[in-house]
């Protein structure tokens, strides 16, 4: 398998900037890796924040153990400014995602056709 294929699957399968790594491109690796660590780290925290709060009216007895009611709280969307930066923060991830599959694409038919001493072809 040509470098240009594990690293596609790398930044597929594995995570942001995998593909690059596995190129020696590090600085595109830590660029792409942070702006998905960010993402991710906002999303968890908020959905931690979210589902904190449930459990305290569960313990406050503001709300019954129905299982139906406590996931449509969890599920719901936030309103406001708390949902546009979740939004954002998933639109980031999925963006350095995406990017990192195509850039990995891209620099490593670069380098395979440096190291053949051939222009990339468009089926490979």
């Known amino acids: 398998m040509k ?11 594995l995570f ?4 690059h790594y596995f190129l020696k491109q590090y600085l595109q690796a830590i660029l ?8 991710l780290y906002f999303l968890i925290v908020e959905t931690v924040v979210r589902l904190q709060r449930i459990a305290e009216q569960i313990l406050a007895g503001e709300i019954a153990y129905d299982i ?7 599920s719901t969307n936030s309103a406001g400014s708390d949902g546009q930066l979740l939004n954002a923060a998933t639109t980031a991830v999925a963006l350095a995602w995406l990017i990192g ?3 990995a694409f891209r620099v490593g038919r670069r380098l395979d056709s440096q190291t053949t001493g051939e222009a990339p072809s468009v089926g490979e």
């Open 3 to 13: 470098g240009t294929k594990k690293a596609v699957l790398l930044s597929a399968l």
């Open 32 to 39: 792409l890796s942070a702006v998905a660590c960010c993402g």
């Open 68 to 74: 139906a009611k406590i996931a449509k709280l969890a």
């Open 101 to 103: 599959i195509v850039d």
């Open 16 to 19: 942001p900037g995998a593909g």
